[in-house]
């Protein structure tokens, strides 16, 4: 089966503008979770997916949202970026639930100037 | 709320060596325990996972971590240390409070001197 994955890998954007990230589960997975990695804050989770609708969400502003299709591929966007917005985006596909295994994608890194 | 403590940011191992990567938990029940690698520009693979079926849970690369519960812990060990071992160790803990969503501790890099 193919893995996760993820587009773009890179990406360079600057204060203002908004910016879409795309995810690709597994073959038959139906949750797909996102994270945001910093070295300041580490993995911090930001939403989940199940079945086209958000399940859980983390502790962000409503300037990131997600939204998932009806063959579970997942897109997250981030609005009005700031430099703060600067990480490494990283999906995660599990059959279900979450306590279930997840595989991760290779994330996108993002760069705000 | 849930919290996963990784002692050390960083450790440092001569090949051949004992791995021992610590982790602690917070939770007063068994919740489920995971053990991620990430290698450098790639995403997290899971290397174990505890779900109570046994305390000592064999992961991939030769890795295997044990849950004890009286000290809420889950060191990961490897008893030989190898150059491809060096990468990004993420400890992870779900299910308590009723929350699956996992919460991860900040990750312990691990060195493997030649």
């Known amino acids: 089966k193919a893995g996760v994955t993820q587009t773009p890998r890179y990406l360079i954007k600057t204060r203002g503008q908004q910016v879409t990230l795309s995810c690709s589960p597994i073959?038959?997975?139906?949750?797909v979770s996102w994270y945001q990695q910093t070295p300041g804050q580490g993995l911090q989770f930001l939403f989940e997916y199940f079945s086209e609708t958000q399940r859980n969400k983390g502790n962000f502003p409503g300037r990131f949202s997600g939204r998932q299709f009806s063959n579970s591929r997942s897109e997250m966007n981030v609005s009005t970026l700031e430099l703060g917005d600067s990480a490494l985006y990283l999906c995660?596909?599990?059959?279900?639930?979450?306590?279930?295994?997840?595989?991760f994608g290779p994330g996108t890194r993002l760069l705000v100037l | 709320a849930q919290s996963v403590t990784q002692l050390g940011s960083h450790v440092s191992v001569s090949e051949g060596a004992l791995v021992l990567l610590r982790c602690n938990y917070s939770?007063?029940?068994?919740?489920?325990l995971f053990w991620y690698v990430q290698y450098p520009n790639q995403g997290l693979q899971l290397l174990l996972k505890y779900t109570s079926a046994a305390t000592l849970v064999k992961g991939i690369n030769g890795f295997e971590a044990e849950f004890k519960k009286s000290e809420t812990s889950f060191h990961l060990t490897k008893p030989s240390a190898h150059m491809s071992d060096a990468a990004e160790y993420f400890c992870a803990v779900s299910g308590t409070g009723g929350s699956y969503i996992p919460t991860f501790g900040r990750g312990t890099s691990l060195i493997v001197h030649p």
């Open positions: 073959s038959g997975h139906r949750s």
């Open positions: 939770s007063s029940v068994p919740p489920y």
């Open positions: 995660a596909s599990s059959f279900r639930q979450t306590q279930e295994t997840q595989y």
